[in-house]
């Protein structure tokens, strides 16, 4: 079945950086477009960045562009979310899905504070 397992996530202090990986199993991975999604405390979940199965496109929420870069690795099955000069307003759970999909992981924990 599909799977996706989000790793990479942690304590970082604001200004500092992380990356997100996310596995995905059970589909045929390239030839699916790709999303992140996050979800701060007490707010909803809200989309980040998508990816184009092949990755020669992307897409990011305006507030994120600059400091968020989304990417993958087809041969390794794998997806990728490079977050730099992170702010507090970044803490979230990270997940990541399918375009479109109903699959969801359990999500991987970033906390931005001094």
């Known amino acids: 079945q599909v799977q996706f397992v989000e790793s990479g996530g942690g304590l970082v202090q604001p200004g500092g950086s992380l990356r997100l990986s996310c596995a995905a199993s059970g589909f045929t991975f390239s030839t699916y477009p790709m999303t992140w999604y996050r979800q701060a405390p007490g707010k909803e979940r809200e989309l980040v960045a998508s990816?184009?199965?092949?990755?020669?496109?992307?897409y990011y929420v305006d507030s994120l562009k600059g400091r968020f870069t989304i990417s993958r690795d087809n041969g390794k099955n794998t997806m990728y979310l490079q977050m730099n000069n992170l702010k507090p307003e970044d803490t979230a759970v990270y997940y990541c899905?399918?375009?479109?999909?109903?699959?969801w992981g359990k999500g991987t924990l970033v906390t931005v504070s001094s």
């Open positions: 990816i184009t199965g092949a990755g020669a496109s992307t």
């Open positions: 899905k399918q375009w479109g999909g109903v699959y």
